[in-house]
């Protein structure tokens, strides 16, 4: 299945070289993600399906979080964690930074990350794949109306991510836990 069919309407490639690309604001996520359990041998997982975490606690804390720990890999293969603002709006991930940071030169050469919340205790972690994009209007200030009321101090212009240094993160598998290893979910994305 192609990102254009999970996300929605993607519009052109943009044409100044970091490949972003254009969306609209009907871009959402439609993916359905399948629970099951994590395979962690030793750990005391539960084998049964009793007691999983429903999505809705996963959007719910990417929903409410202020930073998204983001780990790239660098040219040589070394891990780069970052702590980065977003927003999930509407069912997708959005985190904005400048493409001529370390981490948004990994995610051009190599765009597959994990992105961590900040608690140790009441986990969410993402894999997938960042993608820069450009929003369109309605998209941009949705998102800069997000950030607004979520960053004290900060009020992004809508026509900032116009140039790049916005990115959507498309999930391949989601962890989280809040009574490790009782309630131990994994999602994955098909």
Not at 99 to 105: C, D, Q
Not at 114 to 130: M, P, W, Y
Not at 150 to 163: C, S
Request: proline share 7%; with cysteine.
């Amino acid at each position: 299945m192609s990102l254009g069919v999970i996300f929605g309407r993607v519009q052109s490639l943009w044409d100044r070289g970091r490949g972003g690309r254009r969306l609209d604001s009907t871009a959402s996520n439609t993916l359905s993600p399948r629970a099951s359990r994590p395979y962690i041998p030793g750990y005391g997982v539960p084998g049964s399906e009793e007691g999983m975490l429903p999505w809705e606690h996963v959007t719910s804390k990417l929903a409410g979080a202020k930073n998204y720990w983001i780990c790239t890999a660098t040219r040589d293969g070394a891990p780069h964690c970052t702590p980065i603002w977003g927003a999930y709006l509407e069912g997708v991930l959005y985190l904005e930074g400048s493409p001529r940071t370390r981490r948004g030169r990994d995610i051009a050469r190599n765009p597959h990350v994990a992105v961590h919340l900040e608690s140790g205790d009441d986990v969410v972690i993402l894999e997938g794949v960042a993608e820069e994009v450009i929003p369109d209007s309605d998209l941009a200030q949705k998102l800069a109306a997000a950030m607004g009321s979520k960053y004290e101090g900060y009020q992004p212009e809508p026509e900032q991510w116009a140039e790049g240094g916005l990115y959507r993160i498309t999930p391949k598998v989601v962890f989280a836990w809040t009574q490790f290893p009782t309630d131990a979910t994994r999602w994955t994305f098909e």
